[in-house]
């Protein structure tokens, strides 16, 4: 039976590489960190990594690693259970209570990933009388949690508010009980952010609750670092916060939802991804409450991200390239063609910057681009180093499309 399905898998393979929508891993042997070591899947020895979610530095922060250490001693490994049967240590109800106060929310309750939480909310919280409105652009995650769900769906368009107050009226002459407005606090793939404070302003008008997901700001975006709900001063207004241990926070995996005591009292009885996934790994947890320690401290790892940013984007303004505009260290450079964003990002590489190149179905049909990623870690020197780089590799796409059509023209 197989022989069949394996030629279908392979000619659907071939389909992607033609299109040039295949997306091959490249294998670092080094810590995460602003400059790695690439061993496979690309030009061999170090290079500076301008494309991971690691926006603090943290990932390899020595006190970071010291309180993991220290942790597999008095923790342990795993936990080798879910929360409910005996998988719940002091460090978990720690980091909980921590990250509630750091957030302003009442509760928190873990996840193995956000994934997992934007996975395990809607489904708890709303069933076939209820309405979920959802920006366009929100990530996978959000629109597979509310895949998950009986509620009537809507959409409206990215950060557009007239549009989502039209969403909220035709949910309400339908008949929901519960309406649920559910946004990306900074959409992953254009750095744009939420405009919360609107958002909060429309849901009060039409009865409707306030859920974001600010996996791409908790730890660097607001004054203290507390998001966007801090940013636009409605952290007192924002019902369900979901986020990533995994970005800001140090970098290793784990998510929670940060949320009204009794939201977090039901998806400790009814959410499956937590009734029946393992516990986070102690370590982790233990590790992030050191994170926590060091956000208090972190102004300057904030101002250098900043930074960072602002001379990497006004550089490439500068020079020509069509970057997408805004002050989130998530920096898109629109190529648009999909085939030419992916050579693109093997030149820089070669030149010993490594970026990843985007295109569908991560992000729409013509619109392929490079997603440049800013830390505190890198030096203003990286930054210089890295748009000299998409200088020098922008000409050699040019020389490359020179030679291809020398290669292709009469002979003589």
């Not at 309750?109 to 919280?125: K, M, P, Q, R, W």
């Not at 930074?307 to 006004?314: D, I, K, M, P, S």
């Amino acid at each position: 039976m197989f022989d069949s399905v394996r030629d279908d898998l392979r000619a659907t393979l071939d389909d992607i590489r033609a299109a040039g929508l295949h997306k091959p891993e490249r294998v670092i042997g080094t810590p995460q960190s602003a400059t790695v070591s690439v061993t496979a899947g690309g030009r061999p020895g170090e290079v500076l990594n301008f494309c991971a979610n690691n926006y603090l530095g943290l990932a390899d922060h020595p006190e970071v690693v010291t309180a993991a250490h220290e942790a597999l001693d008095r923790w342990g490994y795993g936990m080798a259970s879910v929360r409910f049967i005996c998988g719940t240590q002091e460090v978990h109800k720690e980091l909980e209570a921590r990250l509630s106060a750091f957030l302003g929310q009442e509760d928190t309750i873990l996840y193995s990933s956000c994934f997992d939480a934007n996975g395990g909310v809607f489904e708890t919280l709303l069933d076939a009388q209820d309405a979920v409105i959802s920006d366009a652009l929100n990530h996978a995650s959000i629109i597979d949690g509310i895949r998950l769900s009986k509620a009537r769906r809507f959409r409206y368009a990215n950060r557009d508010m007239a549009d989502l107050e039209r969403q909220l009226k035709e949910a309400a002459e339908g008949g929901a009980r519960r309406k649920l407005i559910v946004t990306d606090g900074v959409f992953s793939m254009d750095g744009y952010v939420a405009p919360l404070r609107e958002i909060c302003d429309l849901a009060d008008r039409h009865g409707a609750m306030v859920m974001v997901d600010d996996s791409h700001a908790v730890g660097f975006v607001g004054p203290g670092g507390r998001g966007t709900p801090e940013l636009h001063g409605v952290m007192d207004r924002v019902d369900i916060l979901t986020g990533t241990l995994g970005k800001a926070l140090g970098g290793a995996s784990g998510g929670y939802v940060a949320a009204r005591a009794e939201i977090v009292a039901l998806l400790r009885q009814r959410s499956r991804p937590y009734l029946f996934s393992n516990t986070l790994a102690p370590v982790i947890a233990a590790a992030s409450l050191k994170v926590l320690d060091l956000l208090e401290s972190a102004d300057d790892l904030r101002k250098r991200l900043a930074e960072n940013t602002a001379r990497f984007r006004h550089r490439m303004s500068e020079s020509g390239f069509d970057i997408l505009p805004g002050d989130h260290p998530i920096v898109p450079v629109m190529i648009g063609d999909a085939t030419r964003a992916g050579r693109l990002a093997e030149h820089l590489l070669e030149r010993g910057v490594y970026v990843i190149a985007f295109s569908y179905p991560v992000v729409p049909q013509g619109q392929a681009r490079i997603r440049v990623q800013l830390s505190a870690a890198h030096s203003s020197q990286d930054v210089n180093r890295a748009v000299d780089a998409f200088h020098a590799a922008s000409e050699d796409l040019v020389a490359d499309r020179r030679a291809r059509a020398h290669r292709s023209g009469p002979t003589g």
